[in-house]
């Protein structure tokens, strides 16, 4: 296993709770890329526990949404593992600041690998969290991984959909698509004669005046100290210009309608990212004879950061996703 290079002092952009011992960890995905988690365990309790594995936002780090969703899981009595994907944060793999829907959607499962390995987990009651675009992740995991009992999309992106159709589906036609894959293909020819692969830039700074609200609502999350991390490709120079290629021809939510296990779809209701939700949940009941367990939560007047870190108004509601992960991880 490669050895990372992990900060040990406290530096997410939550405070640090009393309620739970927290360690940084290292596995392997099957890739044999190695991945840096936070492992959070709710202190004074025994035996085995229902475990969680947690991930996004899309170009994010654990320090920031993930970490904040794990550690108060975690208050809540679970075992929980906030993780960096493949090739970002304090995560392994080569080249950086790249994306791929196999090996995005394998780090999911390594997690839960080394959640049903660890001495503290119950491997029979084990549930995933997706903050953005790893809500769309979380639900192609749960498509393949039987060991999942239990799957949270939160503010949900579907990264196939976003880089085939864009935003709002307002670039879905084969000349758009064309267009697309003819400068990224483009790039990689420049990126190999430049020796590196060039940046994208993450979320727009300085923001423009003109900038449309879902700008705006990254703005004020990645960019500010609300939930600004130097680590983060959304908050620093932004993925690999290459990065979304695969994407483009790899839909990730092929198989969710035969998902089995229970999912909680949730979204902002003002979130500029809502209409992927409900069509994500809406496929996923579509023929499914194991609908009941399905729900889908709008959230009254959340926007789509609103679910990252409450937004200052407490829009995530834990108390609600408590409940829904001690009905479906219990005993």
């Known amino acids: 296993m490669e050895m ?17 011992e927290h360690t940084k960890v290292c ?40 970490g904040l969703y794990a550690q108060t899981m975690a208050e809540r009595g679970f075992v929980t593992l906030a993780f960096d994907p493949s090739f970002t944060g304090e995560s392994g793999g080569q080249p950086r ?23 503290r987990v119950d491997p029979e009651r084990v549930g995933l969290i997706g903050i953005c675009g790893w809500g769309g992740l979380a639900l192609n995991a749960a498509a393949a991984d039987t060991r999942v009992k239990a799957t949270v999309a939160s503010t949900m992106y579907d990264m196939s959909r976003i880089n085939a159709k864009g935003y709002f589906d307002s670039e879905d036609s084969a000349d758009a698509r064309y267009k697309k894959l003819q400068d990224m293909n483009a790039q990689r020819l420049a ?39 130097p680590r983060s490709l959304n908050s620093t120079d932004g993925w690999n210009i290459t990065a979304s290629l695969a994407y483009l021809n790899q839909p990730i939510l092929q198989r969710v309608n035969e998902i089995r296990s229970a999912v909680l779809i949730l979204h902002g209701e003002k ?20 609908a009941s367990n399905k729900e889908l939560m709008i959230i009254p007047g959340a926007v789509h950061t609103d679910l990252y870190d409450g937004g200052g108004k407490g829009a995530i509601p834990f108390d609600k996703l408590e409940e829904f992960f001690r009905l479906y991880l219990k005993d």
């Open 271 to 290: 979130a500029h990212s809502c209409y992927m939700g409900r069509d994500a949940y809406a496929h996923m009941v579509e023929g499914n004879p194991y």
């Open 97 to 119: 600041y790249t994306a791929s829907p196999d090996i995005n959607t394998e780090d999911f499962q390594s997690a839960v690998d080394f959640l049903c390995l660890h001495d």
């Open 191 to 229: 990126d190999r004669k430049s020796g590196h692969f060039a940046r994208g830039g993450g979320v727009v700074d300085p923001l423009p005046q003109d900038a449309p609200f879902f700008v705006k609502d990254y703005y004020d999350y990645y960019k500010t100290k609300r939930g600004y991390h």
């Open 4 to 20: 990372l290079n992990l900060t040990q002092e406290w530096d997410k952009t939550f405070p640090k709770s009393e309620k739970v």
């Open 27 to 66: 596995f392997e995905n099957r890739y044999g890329i190695t991945l840096a988690g936070d492992l959070y365990l709710p202190k004074n309790t025994e035996g085995k526990l229902p475990a969680i594995a947690v991930s996004g936002p899309f170009g994010a780090v654990k320090e920031q949404s993930s």
